[in-house]
Structures are given as C-alpha cells and as structure tokens.
C-alpha cells in the first residue's frame, strides 16, 4: 500500500497533559499524540478522536493526516491544558498523523490503522453464509451485503400514565405533549424525560444508541460531553444464550423493545432516567453469536463511534444476564479498557464452563440409561453435584453446541448445514466451528479445533468416598461414560482435546484465568437462586469466579456477590447493583493517590456498603454470609464431584496412576486391577495445572481480512 504525503494542516494553541484510555501517546520533541476513541491499530469507520499535548500552552501547532484535507476539528478539551481533535476521512489501511509547530517540520507522528465501519478489525475473516435481518428491527432491507442501513434517530417520551406502556414517540417538530413526564439524573438535573435513539450498522451488527436529550439543544460531543442531559456515563448491555452465528442477529444485546424504545432489561429504564447512555448491539447477543471476540470487536466499534461523537465516558459499565455474564468476564479479561466495571448476573465465569457443564451432563444421562445397575436420583445427584438430579435431565442436551448440525435460528438455510454423510462441507455450528479464526483448523478434517477434553476424570468420585454410591457403580459408570465424537455424538471412547486447541484456548484467554482485565473492575456478581429447580443458573458459579480471582490474585476483594431469593424481579433491584457501581466508580476516579496495583485501587475504592449480601422476597437484606449460606445453599457440578478444584482453570488434566490411597475404603486388588482397567491411561491428577494452560495474552487480533 502507498502512503500519500501529508498536507492538510491547521494551526491552534495546545497545551500539555493528557490520560489514555487506549493508547501509550507517541513523544517526540515535546510533543505528545494519542488515540482516545480506540486503539490506534483498531480505528474503524474513518474517523479518530486524538489528544494533542505540545511543548507549551502558547505553541502554534500544525496537525497533517492522511495526506489530504480530512476535515478535523480540534477544539479545547473539558480537561485544562488538553485539546482534542475528530480526524475524519481516513484511508482503508495505514494512516500518518503528525504534529508540529506551525510552520516547521513534524515532530511527532502516529501510524493509525483504520478499518472499514462492517468490519472486521480483530476477529478475523467475516463468517459466512450470513444472514442480514434488519427488517426484524423496522428498519427496511439492508443496502448491502454487509447488512448496512442508513442512520436512523428517532425520539421517544415517557408519559405521565401509570398503566401500560408509558413510552410514546416524540414529535420534535410539534408542541410538548401535555402528559409529558420528567425525570432527575444524577447529576442531580430534573429535565424533561426525552430519549433520544440511535439505530444504524457496525461490523454488520445492529446497534443501538440510547440517552436524555431534548430536541433543540445541543447534543454532547467530544469537547462538552456533560454540556446535556448525558450524566457521561455509559452502560454497555449484553445479551443471554450460546449459539452459532452466521446471522446479524434479531436482538440488541441485553436490550428489550417496548414497542417504542429499547431499554435495558436487566435495569427497565433506570439508567437512561438517571442520564446513562446505554449501548449495545445484535451481535453482542449470545444468543446471536456464542463467540466472544466477536462480540468484544463489535462493542469496540460500537463504543469507538459513541466517543467519537458524544465523548469519551468517564467509565463505562457492562450489563447483562447469563451468556451477557460469560461476555462481560471475558472482554474484561481479555480486552482490559473496554469495560470499568461489571454487573454480571445469572453468571458463568466463561463459556467453556458452561459447555463442559452441559456436555458432562449427557454423558452422565448416557451413563445411567445404559448401566446394568440400578440408579436413584439421590445418587445420580450426588455423582452430578446438584441440588437434584432434573438439573442434568432438564440441560443435558438442552444447549447442543457441540454438535455441528443444531443450526436453529442461525440463519443457515437448511440445505446449507453440515450432515456427516449428505454435505461434509456445510456449515457447522459448533461451538468451535463458531469461532473458527481463534481455534484454526484441523488439517485433517478441515474442521474447527475443538478443547473439550474429559479424559482421566473420574466422575462421582466424591459420591464415591462420601458412601453415596457403591464401587460397583462408580466403575461401570466410569466405564460406559464415553465421550464425544467430532460431531457431538455420543461414542465410547472419553473425549480427547485437539492439542493445538488447548494452547489456544489459554493463550487467547477463552479460558477466564481473571488475573489481568478482570482484576481492574470492580464485580457486582448479581445472582437469582434457582438452584433445585432445573434451571442452569446455579449459584456454584459466582463461587468458580470468585475462587480464580483469588487464586490469581492473591484476593477476590474486587467482587461482590448478591444472591436474590426467588420470587425477587431482578430488574426491581438491579438498579440498586448499578448505583453501587456508580458509586465505587466514582471514588476511584477521585483517588488521586498512588496504588502498586490497580487491584489494590479496585478494592481500597469499594464503598463500605457494598457488600456482599443475600434478600428475601419480603425485603429482607442479610449480611450474616453464614445464614445465606443456610438460606441458599452452595451446590456443585460434575467436575467438582470428580475431584477438580473450585479454582481451577483446566480443560484437560495431567494423569497420574491410579492410587488406592485416593479412595477412602480400602480396596480389593480386583478393584484396582478394575480401576487400571476403567483409566487405562491414569486419572486426573488434580495438584498440577492442567495441560497446556497459561495465561493469557490481551488485546489479541485474529486478523482483519
């Protein structure tokens, strides 16, 4: 690619001084040049917002981009002594920006790469077959086969009405409704309650753009970003699920229609009453597109154009419930700078527990149909973990994506989907297959690498030690249980991880080791008790993340857990969990003083009331974590049953030989000779960490093209 020579150039006074949210600023001759609006190797969509610092206030400098006029505009930052600049038209590929005094030669120059506004910037080729569905959303069929549309801004109010739908839409052209409501922000301005809605196309995604603003006045923008009804805050919400993409998605993440406005369902329409912006998209939706780096990309872009336009958030806070947990916990990790601080709920520490939940939940299911013994609930409960064994009957198979042709609501045409015997080349939806630019493929097969491993797990062993279940049982189960094939079905021989896979899932952080991003944000961890009822939110999962925090990190003080009794409607109280955030938040950005980490900057900011805490559905709040314990007891899962630590982060073990000193009663020679038989190549050894795991690299990038 061929750079053209820089010429456009505009003069003004700048001053020192500068903080990042992305970039380490490039400083030459006193001059300093940072991206704000993202990183400086991920711009998207043409434009960039850049911070300028010169060697004095009075310094007239020159500013030259792209080797042609860009129209950028540079104006006083809110911040003394900064200014800020919007550069427009950038180039497709590399771009050169230099500053200098005016009048001389460059002093400071940064290489940004800007990419186009469909994507992609970090995940890697664009999936296909894929499905457009912008007439899902009203919005007409798409322009393009990127699924674009035109910009759409509508407006809404909130009437007085107390019944019904108070959402009605706003005429900005015509008088005040007379029935029109207001609201208090926090900020403490009581305004007239007018929401403004954004609607339009990023990385093929829909996205949407939620905040107050009364038509007439001026919008927030780079340089004045409270000079409106904005509080400057952001919340970015995230949708539940697990399943293959190959569709835009007929969903914003997290996001719920009213017929009128979109508003967000874990917070009603709290935070846009109390002046937050709310974001989102339909590829941040897991119920979309189960595939993390996607939706770490597309809430990249679709932040990068919020700051571009209206300013760079004083934080912005993740929302969501469930596959929207699994989002928040990785792009934290993974992705540090995108997210301040989370409010997961329903959660699951990443997807890969969950899948490995699910999966060992059919094999238990398989082990007990088929087993010449006779099972009770209590002990199938007791191999599995649970609070009662309908949690595996209900789930077991209720998320199949291990299994290439479970293409429901991907958008896939059915003659297009992958069959073992009709169509080899057709479209997998697997997990995996999913997410097929991190994992690679298989040369063999041509199919995605797959981590899933359960070789050496010896399921029920803590029934086993516990009395619940006898040897006999435990070893025909063990025997039977089997694994899966590359297809998802069932096979007799254990599931054996692509060696390639488990590297990458350690290196590319699908596995949520919590040390890096996540030990910088503060953790609401909010959970409804469901356990006992089947439903797959169990409370075990809030402890999994609180354990890998500690483990990594020496403390899990950055994350509080709320357990809500059931009968509670979450969003009743999650604007209680948001308000917390705000205020912990808020008292890190006022602490000036030095910390040797940010964890300790996390945890040294946690207002004293934010603890954590279980309710009852009469309104009772208990701090007493021993009677929450009581009230809403802790159960487990089949691998935690089989010996693996709650702290762990393996997918497949290392394997030691079989021990008798492992098993409480003593055994017979027969029964080790049974168990050598049952684990021919040894059992989990759960003292060492798992194979090829490591922690993480961040802010990786998969490729653009």
């Given at each position: 690619?061929?750079?053209m020579?820089?010429?456009?150039?505009?003069?003004?006074a700048?001053?020192?001084?500068?903080a990042?949210?992305?970039?380490q600023?490039i400083?030459?001759?006193g001059?300093?040049?940072?991206?704000l609006s993202?990183?400086?190797?991920?711009?998207s969509?043409?434009?960039v917002l850049?911070?300028?610092?010169?060697?004095?206030?009075s310094?007239?400098?020159?500013?030259?981009?792209?080797?042609r006029d860009?129209g950028?505009?540079?104006?006083?930052?809110?911040v003394?002594?900064?200014f800020?600049?919007?550069v427009?038209?950038?180039?497709?590929?590399?771009?050169v920006?230099?500053?200098?005094?005016?009048g001389?030669?460059?002093?400071?120059?940064?290489?940004?790469?800007?990419?186009a506004i469909a994507?992609?910037v970090i995940?890697?080729?664009?999936?296909?077959?894929?499905?457009?569905?912008t007439?899902?959303?009203?919005?007409?069929?798409?322009?393009?086969a990127?699924?674009?549309?035109a910009?759409?801004?509508?407006?809404?109010?909130?009437?007085?009405?107390?019944e019904?739908n108070?959402?009605?839409?706003?005429?900005?052209?015509?008088?005040?409704?007379?029935?029109?409501?207001?609201?208090?922000?926090?900020?403490?301005?009581?305004?007239?309650?007018i929401?403004?809605?954004?609607r339009?196309?990023?990385?093929?995604?829909?996205?949407?753009?939620a905040?107050?603003?009364e038509?007439?006045?001026?919008?927030?923008?780079?340089?004045?970003?409270?000079?409106?009804?904005?509080?400057?805050?952001?919340?970015?919400?995230?949708?539940?699920?697990?399943?293959?993409?190959?569709?835009?998605g007929?969903?914003?993440?997290?996001l719920?229609a009213?017929?009128?406005?979109?508003?967000?369902?874990?917070?009603?329409?709290?935070?846009?009453g109390?002046?937050y912006?709310?974001a989102s998209?339909?590829?941040?939706?897991f119920?979309?597109?189960?595939?993390?780096?996607?939706?770490?990309?597309t809430?990249?872009?679709?932040?990068e154009?919020?700051?571009?336009?209206?300013?760079v958030?004083?934080?912005?806070?993740?929302?969501?419930?469930?596959?929207?947990s699994?989002?928040q916990?990785?792009?934290?990790?993974?992705?540090?700078?995108?997210?301040?601080?989370?409010?997961?709920?329903?959660?699951?520490?990443?997807?890969?527990v969950?899948?490995n939940?699910m999966?060992?939940c059919?094999?238990l299911?398989h082990g007990?149909?088929?087993s010449r013994?006779a099972?009770t609930d209590?002990?199938?409960?007791?191999?599995?973990g649970?609070?009662?064994?309908?949690f595996?009957?209900?789930?077991g198979t209720?998320?199949?994506?291990?299994?290439?042709?479970?293409c429901?609501?991907t958008?896939?045409?059915?003659?297009?989907?992958?069959?073992?015997k009709?169509?080899r080349?057709g479209?997998?939806?697997?997990?995996?297959?999913?997410m097929?630019?991190?994992?690679?493929?298989?040369?063999?097969?041509?199919?995605?690498?797959r981590?899933?491993?359960?070789?050496?797990?010896?399921?029920?062993?803590?029934?086993?030690?516990?009395?619940?279940?006898?040897?006999?049982?435990?070893?025909?189960?063990n025997?039977?249980?089997?694994?899966?094939?590359i297809?998802?079905?069932?096979?007799s021989?254990?599931?054996?991880?692509d060696?390639?896979?488990?590297?990458?899932a350690?290196q590319?952080?699908?596995?949520n080791?919590?040390?890096q991003?996540?030990?910088?944000?503060?953790?609401?961890?909010a959970r409804?008790?469901?356990d006992?009822?089947?439903d797959?939110?169990?409370?075990?999962?809030?402890?999994i993340?609180?354990?890998r925090?500690?483990?990594?990190?020496?403390?899990?003080?950055?994350?509080?857990?709320?357990?809500y009794?059931?009968?509670?409607?979450?969003?009743?109280?999650?604007?209680?969990?948001?308000?917390?955030?705000?205020?912990?938040?808020?008292?890190?950005?006022?602490d000036?003083?030095?910390?040797k980490?940010?964890?300790?900057?996390?945890i040294r900011?946690r207002?004293?009331?934010?603890?954590?805490a279980?309710?009852?559905?009469d309104?009772?709040?208990?701090?007493?974590m021993?009677?929450?314990?009581?009230?809403?007891?802790?159960?487990?899962?089949?691998r935690?049953?089989?010996?693996?630590?709650?702290?762990?982060?393996?997918?497949?073990?290392?394997?030691?030989?079989?021990?008798?000193r492992?098993?409480?009663?003593?055994?017979?020679?027969d029964q080790?000779?049974?168990?050598?038989?049952?684990?021919?190549?040894?059992?989990?050894?759960?003292?060492?960490?798992?194979?090829?795991?490591?922690?993480p690299?961040t802010?990786?990038?998969?490729?653009s093209?």
């Open positions: 690619m061929s750079r020579r820089i010429t456009t150039t505009l003069a003004i700048i001053a020192m001084g500068a990042s949210l992305f970039a600023p400083k030459n001759g001059f300093e040049i940072r991206t993202t990183r400086a190797e991920m711009v969509g043409g434009d850049i911070e300028i610092a010169a060697p004095s206030p310094t007239q400098i020159a500013i030259a981009f792209g080797g860009a950028a505009e540079i104006k006083p930052s809110p003394a002594s900064r800020i600049a919007r427009r038209n950038l180039q497709v590929g590399e771009n920006i230099e500053v200098g005094s005016s001389q030669r460059p002093s400071a120059r940064l290489t940004v790469v800007n990419h994507g992609p995940s890697g080729p664009h999936q296909t077959p894929f499905a457009c569905e007439q899902a959303f009203g919005l007409g069929q798409s322009l393009d990127d699924c674009t549309i910009t759409r801004v509508d407006y809404f109010y909130r009437s007085q009405q107390t019904g108070p959402f009605k839409p706003y005429d900005a052209n015509g008088p005040k409704p007379l029935d029109l409501a207001t609201t208090t922000t926090l900020d403490g301005k009581t305004v007239p309650y929401v403004r809605r954004e339009g196309t990023i990385n093929r995604a829909v996205y949407v753009i905040f107050l603003h038509p007439g006045t001026p919008l927030p923008d780079p340089w004045n970003p409270s000079g409106s009804n904005w509080n400057g805050r952001l919340v970015y919400s995230f949708g539940a699920g697990c399943q293959a993409g190959y569709h835009q007929r969903a914003i993440g997290g719920l009213n017929r009128y406005l979109l508003e967000e369902s874990q917070l009603g329409d709290y935070a846009i109390k002046g912006a709310v998209s339909s590829l941040n939706a119920g979309t597109s189960c595939a993390d780096v996607i939706s770490a990309e809430m990249m872009m679709v932040k154009h919020f700051i571009e336009q209206f300013g958030p004083r934080y912005t806070i993740g929302s969501g419930r469930s596959g929207g699994m989002q916990h990785l792009i934290a990790n993974n992705y540090p700078g995108l997210l301040d601080g989370i409010i997961p709920t329903a959660a699951f520490p990443d997807t890969l969950f899948l939940h999966a060992d059919e094999l299911e007990f149909e088929t013994l099972w209590a002990q199938k409960t007791a191999v599995a649970e609070a009662n064994w309908d595996c009957a209900r789930n209720a998320f199949p994506v291990l299994r290439p042709g479970y429901d609501r958008g896939v045409p059915a003659d297009s989907v992958y069959d073992p009709a169509n080349s479209v997998r939806c697997t997990y995996q297959d999913n097929v630019n991190v994992f690679g493929r298989d040369p063999s097969t041509g199919f995605a690498r981590p899933i491993d359960n070789v050496g797990v010896q399921y029920g062993l803590k029934a086993l030690n516990g009395g619940q279940i006898t040897f006999e049982q435990f070893i025909d189960l025997t039977r249980i089997g694994g899966f094939d297809d998802g079905r069932i096979v021989a254990r599931t054996v991880a060696p390639e896979a488990l590297r990458i350690y590319t952080g699908r596995v080791a919590t040390g991003g996540m030990a910088t944000v503060p953790i609401i961890d409804p008790y469901t006992g009822t089947g797959v939110h169990d409370l075990v999962n809030s402890h993340t609180r354990a925090l500690a483990a990594a990190n020496g403390t899990s003080g950055n994350q509080i857990v709320h357990v009794g059931p009968g509670i409607f979450m969003d009743r109280v999650q604007p209680a969990n948001l308000d917390a955030i705000q205020r912990w938040l808020d008292a890190m950005a006022n000036k003083a030095p910390a980490t940010p964890l300790e900057k996390v900011n207002p004293p009331s934010v603890t954590d279980c309710y009852t559905k309104g009772e709040t208990i701090t007493d021993r009677r929450c314990a009581e009230m809403f007891p802790v159960y487990s899962n089949p935690l049953n089989a010996g693996q630590p709650m702290s762990s982060t393996l997918l497949k073990c290392e394997l030691k030989a079989v021990d008798a492992d098993y409480n009663a003593r055994l017979t020679n080790l000779a049974a168990l050598r038989t049952a684990f021919p190549s040894g059992v989990c050894d759960y003292t060492k960490k798992g194979v090829a795991e490591r922690l690299d802010w990786l990038s998969y490729g093209q």
